[in-house]
């Protein structure tokens, strides 16, 4: 198993931040490893059992994954996503900081499946490099929300 785990702090309110976040398709916007994140369920509230298609790239190599809303409570939203060569985690958790803004906490965790399983101990790196570009990507989204409006692209 390998995965990337960090936390930022950005000054737009809590509850927002979380509302953005917890919709899956807004990672096309944030995540630089996301191409497309569609809702795949036909649409709806935002709620456990929610499900996205989405087309990511990783080392050069573009790949399909089904991501589905598993766990949502005040302030802590879990994705799992699979396809045949992966099973995959995203623990994003949200809370507000004294006098405004929001801590970010966002963890990923990926199962290789099959000859990939190999693979893992030189994947650290890389997961580790897209934890930086996270850093630098998500902060910036986050800050521009306003209440309840989303995020303009980058």
Do not use: C
């Amino acid at each position: 198993m390998v995965g990337v785990q960090r936390v930022m702090t950005v000054r737009s309110p809590a509850e927002t931040v979380f509302r953005y976040l917890s919709d899956h398709g807004n990672s096309e916007i944030w995540d630089p490893t996301v191409r497309s994140s569609t809702r795949s369920d036909g649409g709806g509230p935002i709620v456990v059992g929610a499900a996205w298609r989405t087309v990511a790239v990783w080392g050069g190599r573009e790949s399909e994954l089904d991501h589905t809303l598993r766990e949502l409570t005040a302030g802590r939203v879990v994705f799992v996503a699979e396809n045949p060569a992966v099973s995959a985690t995203e623990e994003i958790v949200v809370e507000p900081v004294e006098g405004g803004g929001s801590v970010v906490s966002f963890h990923a965790r990926v199962r290789l499946k099959g000859l990939l399983k190999l693979a893992a101990p030189f994947l650290r790196r890389e997961f580790e490099r897209h934890g930086d570009e996270l850093e630098r990507t998500l902060p910036p989204v986050l800050e521009r929300l306003q209440g309840s409006a989303p995020a303009p692209p980058p």
